[in-house]
Each structure stands twice: as structure tokens, then as C-alpha cells.
Nanobody
Framework: QVQLVESGGGLVQPGGSLRLSCAAS????????MAWYRQAPGKERELVAS??????????DYADSVKGRFTISREYTKNTMYLQMNSLKPEDTAVYYC?????????WGQGTQVTVSS
């Protein structure tokens, strides 16, 4: 079992920044992948960014809509993943979910609300 706890969401003006955190605990074995997903009202959940253990800092991937604005990272000693979000837009408004997966298991956090509005 893996437990995930997100934090860092909130209300921010367009152009602003937020940093989300996801603390993982439990049976965390490598290799594994952690990711951020988001779900806006009336829309399907979509992948924002992922980071797979391995290499220096891990192997990252981003949705086209956030490339150049968001940065995913992991602090392996603390089993924590981050999402630095800059230049936020109203369309980034959503509930952001943390995911941990190590085949065949997938775990989700409860989500944290991000609202971008003036």
C-alpha cells in the first residue's frame, strides 16, 4: 500500500505561481513513476506531468499545455514530489491529483484545488 497526501493548492491570480507537493508513504519501491493529473469541472482527468525514478533527477514528461510553465521534481530522500507551476492561466483551474504507480499497482491522492482567477 502507498498513501499520498497533496498540499499547496489555492487561489492565485493569472500569471502567478504555486507549488504543489505530494508526500508518499508506505511500500515505495523502485522503479516507479509519480505523476500529476488534473480534472476541471465537466472534463476528463488528464495527465499534467510525470517523473519516473532513474537517471539524474528522474525521467520527466509534460503535457503540451504546460511545457515551459510547469516543472515536476522529486526529492527521493523525503519521498515527496513537487509541481512548480508558473505563469498560471485560468484554464489551469482544476483539482490536481497525485498518482503513484509501480506495475501493476496504481495509487491516487485525494486531490488539491487550484483556482486561477482575478
Amino acid at each position: 500500500q502507498v498513501q499520498l497526501v497533496e498540499s499547496g493548492g489555492g487561489l492565485v491570480q493569472p500569471g502567478g505561481s504555486l507549488r504543489l507537493s505530494c508526500a508518499a508513504s508506505g511500500s515505495i519501491f523502485s522503479p516507479n513513476t509519480m505523476a500529476w493529473y488534473r480534472q476541471a469541472p465537466g472534463k476528463e482527468r488528464e495527465l499534467v506531468a510525470s517523473i519516473t525514478s532513474g537517471g539524474i533527477g528522474g525521467i520527466t514528461d509534460y503535457a503540451d499545455s504546460v511545457k515551459g510553465r510547469f516543472t515536476i521534481s522529486r526529492e527521493y530522500t523525503k519521498n515527496t514530489m513537487y509541481l512548480q507551476m508558473n505563469s498560471l492561466k485560468p484554464e489551469d483551474t482544476a483539482v490536481y491529483y497525485c498518482q503513484f504507480r509501480r506495475n501493476p499497482y496504481v495509487y491516487w491522492g485525494q486531490g488539491t484545488q487550484v483556482t486561477v482567477s482575478s
